[in-house]
């Protein structure tokens, strides 16, 4: 933390008012010749189809003085803060009391998630908000079996996401069939689709895998968009039923829940009873996972992840050990799915894009993977964090991919570094993340 | 050499392209006994355990197994998990391959997999938190912790399998390979780099294995000093091929076998000859 | 028999564009191990650089257009390359020997980062240009009135592929910077104790991959007269697909499987459905990798027991 723990290879580096400078400039000059068309220039399609352009030299001007400062500003505070020691970087009173606040936190997190709709009552914004959030720690949840646990890289988990959704619109507007029909339904089918693309490319390796995931994703979008007959193409399915309470709807009819219990309706209720669902869902992965975890087939997909060949000569099926992670993690995709579309109402092939299996894939990985604590954690900043750029809307995504490197930089192992162990004799204790392999399956 | 073989290798071939890394090789292991495969550096010893294991497939040639209960399963016809999980072979690495962010507990509760799958009920048993699956995870922990006993390691049971020093990691790996309940321990150069306390040890634990758990072990390595003391029964091979084997003072002496390591590596023909005296 | 023919050149001029972009994702993975999601963009800012610099120049009052396709040729390699060059050093550098998936993320996050910024400074629209290389021969008159088209444009996009490529295939295997390259993708530690500096070669790997993917995106714009923010990733996909089936590392490959996804998804467009030709690209990407889990060219992982 202090220039005083430098260390003597570091002590050597350059430093000074002329060597700041220096780098300063150079920064300045590379984002002047970036940015000299892209932004100085302005082009637009013009009135009569041919393009048109203007220029922009004042914001050019002002972005490179910009670079210009922030590097000067970013190497003084380097040179202030000495080396970056990952250690140091966060003092030790400061490390035991977030460990003491990691115990509670957890807890208290649990506490507070069932109090919000109590607390927002009024703020149908806040009660919206947290349901999105829990959607994602759901889906977090579900891709932290693949990912965290088995190690294995899923970069198109929103195709089962997708599987879901369609499943229970479909089965509902075609067939009649309510929710809680559809639910189970749609995490069979989407664990049947994990299965089917599972089965011919686990044994592909690492970015292989990745490349096959993202092309499956891909695929399943492109059939939704063309199979217009079946799903309504890009314009989606709308109409979907909303969920009941068990067979009573919650809406301002005589037979709605507001009716038979003689209180006045409000359409609170139904974002109420959404937010408990989701709720319970996510739960309920979260326990199955916690569960699986100390099942031997929980510990093979960490072991897996660890050392495939160990694994095989252990005598472990590797590959329908692979298969039920995959499958177990479509299943989860596909409830969240069912509950998407029934909170939706409305869905269409622009909810089930690559940049949707991305975001999951970074709560994952920047939640610490395999930590059930830290994707909760890094879904409630990811998508907080997003909500609030929602008034600049056109920046939204490009401070989303600056959030994301920055992210990535800082911890590149996620927000919480080490892995609690499944089983212990004397002792439970957390084992360094430095020590955790991520797999390459 | 007669009598009650577990394991026999028939003419076992194995090409790599137009390489030939064992030829025609032919030995048996007997039940019960320490059966060593040594051989000078690329003599093909580390091939010949990953075809009777499971990792690569023969060329050609046959490799029978032979269990107590009369079972003989030919195991160039089973291929990777099926080795361990059907026929109960079980193997180490030479550069040690545990689960290093896994405890070393967890690391023997993993071997049980297969019998921990049973008894969870493929899991659902399990999941529902049964009396007989909590009764089965209970025993499963007994197992590892008298093997973590076994091999002086219960007092760092809940540490990470990677955080253990170099020698401690080479008991747990074969404590790990022996929770698989194997009919055959096949144990790639298990001394090397251990200290010569710590080979020691390892003698005295290899000895035990055979004597109170009765099971056969074969084990390739270049200790010499492992070899010759607790080996029933040596193998030699360079080139791919068999060029000696008998008792540990028979193949010690044999002049082909010096040859051998005279002519790879003068090192090491010194330390056949001189260890053991 | 001629429409099949004109299916064959629209294929190949597309599948050269797809293999230029791809060899940049097959060095950057062969060096640095990394798929560089934001490759597909550092595509897309190629072709804008291009049209703005075209446009520029020719409201400069320069008339004559193959100098106005030299200087903007080499502005759009020039400028994509620094590119290419900062996103290593700001998002991948630090990232270097971390864990697999971080710096994974962080090409994810800065492929958002470009595809955003050109939609914030250029908008959202799709822009045009008008057709700048016209004409072309009629290779064969068939006799229903179907005629074999080879446009000059498509001759000019498959001829600077080529000399590209030779100039790229030279780099390689007969400079100094090549041989440093192949070295670093053996082994970065022993390469370094040679005196190789992996970071600079690192970086020229980059550079070079941009670069060509700048030339790929010019030929884009000048084939199909326009760009927009977000073909970069949908043609990143598919280069990266080529890079794949063509097995990922290697430079023949790549071009070989650019080649492969630029013919099945015309062919399966002419033949089949337009709709369908992404799916049937990705689904044999698929069928190949489990029968072939290299790839097409790619080396064979043996497994070290």
Same mark, same amino acid.
């Given at each position: 933390?202090?220039?005083?723990?430098?260390?003597?290879?570091?002590?050597?580096?350059?430093?000074?008012?002329?060597?700041?400078?220096?780098?300063?400039?150079?920064?300045?000059?590379?984002?002047?010749?970036?940015?000299?068309?892209?932004?100085?220039?302005?082009?637009?399609?013009?009135?009569?189809?041919?393009?048109?352009?203007?220029?922009?030299?004042?914001?050019?001007?002002?972005?490179?003085?910009?670079?210009?400062?922030?590097?000067?500003?970013?190497?003084?505070?380097?040179?202030?803060?000495?080396?970056?020691?990952?250690?140091?970087?966060?003092?030790?009173?400061?490390?035991?009391?977030?460990?003491?606040?990691?115990?509670?936190?957890?807890?208290?997190?649990?506490?507070?998630a069932?109090?919000v709709p109590?607390?927002f009552y009024?703020?149908r914004?806040i009660l919206d908000l947290s349901i999105l959030v829990l959607t994602?720690?759901m889906?977090?949840?579900?891709?932290?079996?693949?990912?965290?646990?088995?190690?294995?890289?899923?970069?198109?988990?929103?195709?089962?996401?997708?599987?879901?959704?369609?499943?229970y619109?479909?089965?509902?507007?075609?067939?009649?069939?309510?929710f809680?029909?559809?639910l189970?339904?749609?995490?069979?089918?989407?664990?049947?689709?994990?299965?089917?693309?599972?089965?011919?490319?686990?044994?592909?390796?690492?970015?292989?895998?990745?490349?096959?995931?993202?092309?499956?994703?891909?695929?399943?979008?492109?059939?939704?968009?063309?199979?217009?007959?079946?799903?309504?193409?890009?314009?989606?399915?709308?109409?979907i039923p909303r969920p009941t309470m068990?067979?009573?709807p919650l809406d301002?009819?005589?037979?709605?829940l507001?009716?038979?219990?003689?209180?006045?309706?409000s359409p609170t209720h139904r974002l109420v009873f959404l937010f408990y669902l989701i709720l319970a869902m996510a739960?309920?992965?979260?326990?199955?996972?916690?569960?699986?975890?100390?099942?031997?087939?929980?510990?093979?997909?960490?072991?897996?992840?660890?050392?495939?060949?160990?694994?095989?000569?252990?005598?472990?099926?590797?590959?329908?050990?692979?298969?039920?992670?995959?499958?177990?993690?479509?299943?989860?995709?596909?409830?969240a799915?069912a509950f998407f579309a029934t909170r939706q109402g409305?869905?269409?092939?622009?909810?089930?894009?690559?940049?949707?299996?991305?975001?999951?894939?970074?709560?994952?990985?920047?939640?610490?993977?395999?930590?059930?604590?830290?994707?909760?954690?890094?879904?409630?900043?990811?998508?907080?964090?997003?909500?609030?750029?929602?008034?600049?809307?056109?920046?939204?995504?490009?401070?989303?991919?600056?959030?994301?490197?920055?992210?990535?930089?800082?911890?590149?192992?996620?927000?919480?570094?080490?892995?609690?162990?499944?089983?212990?004799?004397?002792?439970?204790?957390?084992?360094?993340?430095?020590?955790?392999?991520?797999?390459?399956? | 050499?007669?009598?009650?073989?577990?394991?026999?290798?028939?003419?076992?071939?194995?090409?790599?392209?137009?390489?030939?890394?064992?030829?025609?090789?032919?030995?048996?292991?007997?039940?019960?006994?320490?059966?060593?495969?040594?051989?000078?550096?690329?003599?093909?010893?580390?091939?010949?355990?990953?075809?009777?294991?499971?990792?690569?497939?023969?060329?050609?040639?046959?490799?029978?197994?032979?269990?107590?209960?009369?079972?003989?399963?030919?195991?160039?016809?089973?291929?990777?998990?099926?080795?361990?999980?059907?026929?109960?072979?079980?193997?180490?690495?030479?550069?040690?391959?545990?689960?290093?962010?896994?405890?070393?507990?967890?690391?023997?509760?993993?071997?049980?997999?297969?019998?921990?799958?049973?008894?969870?009920?493929?899991?659902?048993?399990?999941?529902?938190?049964?009396?007989?699956?909590?009764?089965?995870?209970?025993?499963?922990?007994?197992?590892?912790?008298?093997?973590?006993?076994?091999?002086?390691?219960?007092?760092?049971?809940?540490?990470?399998?990677?955080?253990?020093?170099?020698?401690?990691?080479?008991?747990?790996?074969?404590?790990?390979?022996?929770?698989?309940?194997?009919?055959?321990?096949?144990?790639?150069?298990?001394?090397?780099?251990?200290?010569?306390?710590?080979?020691?040890?390892?003698?005295?634990?290899?000895?035990?294995?055979?004597?109170?758990?009765?099971?056969?072990?074969?084990?390739?390595?270049?200790?010499?000093?492992?070899?010759?003391?607790?080996?029933?029964?040596?193998?030699?091979?360079?080139?791919?091929?068999?060029?000696?084997?008998?008792?540990?003072?028979?193949?010690?002496?044999?002049?082909?076998?010096?040859?051998?390591?005279?002519?790879?590596?003068?090192?090491?023909?010194?330390?056949?000859?001189?260890?053991?005296? | 028999?001629?429409?099949?023919?004109?299916?064959?050149?629209?294929?190949?001029?597309?599948?050269?564009?797809?293999?230029?972009?791809?060899?940049?994702?097959?060095?950057?993975?062969?060096?640095?191990?990394?798929?560089?999601?934001?490759?597909?963009?550092?595509?897309?800012?190629?072709?804008?650089?291009?049209?703005?610099?075209?446009?520029?120049?020719?409201?400069?009052?320069?008339?004559?257009?193959?100098?106005?396709?030299?200087?903007?040729?080499?502005?759009?390699?020039?400028?994509? %390359? #620094?590119? !290419?060059?900062?996103?290593? &050093?700001?998002?991948?550098?630090?990232?270097?020997?971390?864990?697999? +998936? /971080?710096?994974?993320?962080?090409?994810?996050?800065?492929?958002?980062?470009?595809?955003?910024?050109?939609?914030?400074?250029?908008?959202?629209?799709?822009?045009?240009?008008?057709?700048?290389?016209?004409?072309?021969?009629?290779?064969?008159?068939?006799?229903?009135?179907?005629?074999?088209?080879?446009?000059?444009?498509?001759?000019?996009?498959?001829?600077?592929?080529?000399?590209?490529?030779?100039?790229?295939?030279?780099?390689?295997?007969?400079?100094?910077?090549?041989?440093?390259?192949?070295?670093?993708?053996?082994?970065?530690?022993?390469? %370094? #104790?040679? !005196?190789?500096?992996?970071? &600079?070669?690192?970086?020229?790997?980059?550079?070079?991959?941009?670069? +060509? /993917?700048?030339?790929?995106?010019?030929?884009?714009?000048?084939?199909?007269?326009?760009?927009?923010?977000?073909?970069?990733?949908?043609?990143?996909?598919?280069?990266?697909?080529?890079?794949?089936?063509?097995?990922?590392?290697?430079?023949?490959?790549?071009?070989?499987?650019?080649?492969?996804?630029?013919?099945?998804?015309?062919?399966?467009?002419?033949?089949?459905?337009?709709?369908?030709?992404?799916?049937?690209?990705?689904?044999?990407?698929?069928?190949?990798?489990?029968?072939?889990?290299?790839?097409?060219?790619?080396?064979?992982?043996?497994?070290?027991?």
């Open positions: 933390m202090s220039a005083t723990s430098a260390r003597p290879s570091h002590a050597a580096q350059p430093s000074g008012g002329a060597f700041i400078l220096k780098k300063a400039l150079i920064s300045a000059l590379v984002a002047l010749v970036l940015f000299s068309l892209m932004i100085g220039v302005r082009t637009e399609a013009g009135p009569q189809g041919g393009l048109i352009y203007w220029t922009r030299f004042g914001d050019l001007a002002a972005l490179v003085a910009t670079v210009f400062g922030g590097s000067i500003i970013v190497e003084l505070l380097r040179q202030w803060w000495g080396p970056i020691d990952k250690d140091s970087l966060v003092p030790k009173p400061v490390q035991s009391a977030m460990s003491f606040a990691g115990r509670w936190l957890a807890p208290a997190l649990l506490v507070f069932f109090l109590v607390i009024d703020q914004y994602y720690v889906l977090g949840w579900g891709l932290n079996v693949v990912v965290g646990l088995a190690g294995l890289l899923d970069l198109g988990y929103v195709a089962f996401y997708a599987v879901g959704a369609y499943s619109a479909l089965l509902a507007t075609n067939f009649g069939l309510s809680w029909v559809c189970p339904l749609a995490g069979i089918l989407a664990a049947f689709w994990g299965v089917l693309l599972g089965f011919p490319v686990l044994r592909l390796r690492g970015d292989y895998l990745a490349i096959v995931t993202l092309a499956f994703g891909e695929i399943i979008r492109l059939v939704i968009i063309n199979w217009q007959s079946l799903t309504g193409g890009p314009n989606g399915v709308s109409g068990f067979g009573i301002n009819s005589d037979s709605g507001a009716a038979r219990l003689g209180i006045e309706f739960l309920l992965t979260n326990w199955v996972t916690i569960r699986l975890r100390r099942l031997p087939i929980g510990r093979a997909w960490e072991a897996l992840r660890e050392d495939e060949v160990a694994c095989r000569a252990l005598g472990i099926n590797t590959t329908t050990t692979k298969l039920t992670a995959f499958a177990t993690g479509a299943m989860f995709g596909g409830f799915g409305f869905i269409s092939p622009e909810s089930f894009t690559f940049q949707e299996s991305a975001l999951v894939l970074a709560i994952v990985v920047l939640g610490g993977m395999g930590s059930q604590l830290g994707v909760a954690l890094s879904a409630l900043t990811m998508i907080g964090g997003f909500e609030l750029f929602r008034g600049f809307d056109q920046y939204r995504m490009l401070v989303f991919g600056i959030a994301m490197v920055l992210l990535m930089i800082w911890r590149p192992r996620g927000l919480i570094g080490h892995r609690a162990p499944t089983v212990f004799l004397e002792r439970n204790q957390a084992i360094s993340s430095d020590l955790v392999k991520e797999g390459h399956g | 050499m007669s009598g009650d073989h577990i394991l026999t290798v028939d003419r076992l071939m194995m090409r790599f392209g137009g390489i030939v890394a064992v030829n025609e090789l032919s030995f048996a292991a007997e039940r019960r006994k320490i059966t060593a495969l040594i051989g000078p550096n690329g003599a093909g010893k580390t091939t010949v355990f990953n075809c009777i294991t499971g990792f690569y497939r023969p060329s050609g040639g046959a490799i029978r197994l032979a269990h107590d209960d009369g079972r003989t399963i030919q195991l160039e016809r089973l291929n990777d998990f099926r080795i361990s999980k059907q026929a109960k072979v079980a193997r180490t690495f030479q550069n040690i391959r545990l689960f290093p962010g896994m405890t070393a507990l967890e690391n023997l509760m993993v071997a049980q997999h297969n019998a921990l799958m049973r008894a969870s009920g493929l899991t659902v048993l399990g999941l529902l938190g049964l009396p007989s699956w909590r009764e089965a995870e209970r025993r499963a922990i007994d197992l590892a912790r008298a093997w973590l006993d076994r091999v002086g390691l219960l007092d760092r049971a809940d540490d990470a399998a990677g955080n253990l020093p170099y020698g401690d990691q080479r008991r747990l790996e074969i404590a790990r390979a022996m929770c698989t309940e194997p009919a055959l321990l096949c144990l790639d150069e298990p001394a090397a780099g251990l200290n010569a306390r710590e080979s020691g040890g390892l003698n005295e634990l290899l000895l035990s294995i055979r004597n109170e758990q009765g099971t056969s072990i074969l084990l390739i390595e270049h200790d010499m000093s492992v070899v010759m003391e607790i080996s029933d029964h040596v193998v030699v091979m360079d080139y791919g091929v068999k060029i000696a084997e008998g008792t540990p003072q028979a193949v010690r002496d044999d002049p082909k076998v010096i040859a051998a390591y005279l002519g790879a590596d003068e090192e090491e023909a010194i330390a056949v000859m001189e260890s053991g005296t | 028999m001629d429409y099949f023919a004109q299916q064959l050149i629209n294929g190949l001029v597309l599948g050269s564009i797809y293999g230029l972009i791809a060899i940049g994702y097959t060095m950057v993975y062969g060096i640095v191990g990394m798929i560089n999601f934001a490759h597909g963009d550092i595509f897309m800012i190629g072709g804008f650089i291009a049209l703005i610099s075209f446009l520029v120049l020719v409201s400069l009052g320069l008339t004559a257009i193959p100098l106005i396709l030299l200087i903007v040729l080499l502005v759009s390699m020039a400028i994509t %390359a #620094l590119y !290419g060059w900062t996103i290593e &050093r700001i998002a991948y550098r630090p990232l270097r020997h971390s864990f697999r +998936l /971080a710096p994974m993320l962080s090409a994810i996050g800065m492929s958002f980062v470009l595809t955003n910024f050109s939609q914030v400074s250029q908008g959202a629209r799709v822009k045009p240009v008008p057709p700048i290389i016209t004409g072309g021969y009629t290779l064969h008159e068939g006799s229903q009135g179907f005629a074999v088209q080879l446009s000059n444009i498509q001759i000019m996009v498959v001829l600077a592929t080529i000399v590209v490529l030779a100039l790229f295939t030279w780099l390689v295997s007969r400079t100094r910077l090549g041989r440093d390259m192949r070295a670093c993708e053996q082994d970065q530690t022993m390469a %370094a #104790l040679l !005196g190789v500096d992996v970071d &600079r070669t690192i970086s020229m790997t980059f550079v070079i991959g941009a670069a +060509l /993917a700048a030339v790929a995106g010019m030929m884009y714009l000048l084939y199909y007269g326009l760009v927009d923010f977000f073909m970069g990733f949908v043609a990143g996909i598919k280069a990266f697909t080529a890079a794949v089936l063509g097995g990922i590392g290697s430079l023949p490959g790549a071009m070989l499987g650019g080649l492969a996804i630029g013919l099945i998804e015309t062919f399966w467009s002419a033949y089949f459905s337009v709709e369908y030709k992404d799916v049937a690209a990705f689904s044999i990407l698929i069928v190949v990798l489990i029968f072939m889990p290299t790839g097409l060219l790619g080396r064979p992982e043996v497994e070290k027991v």
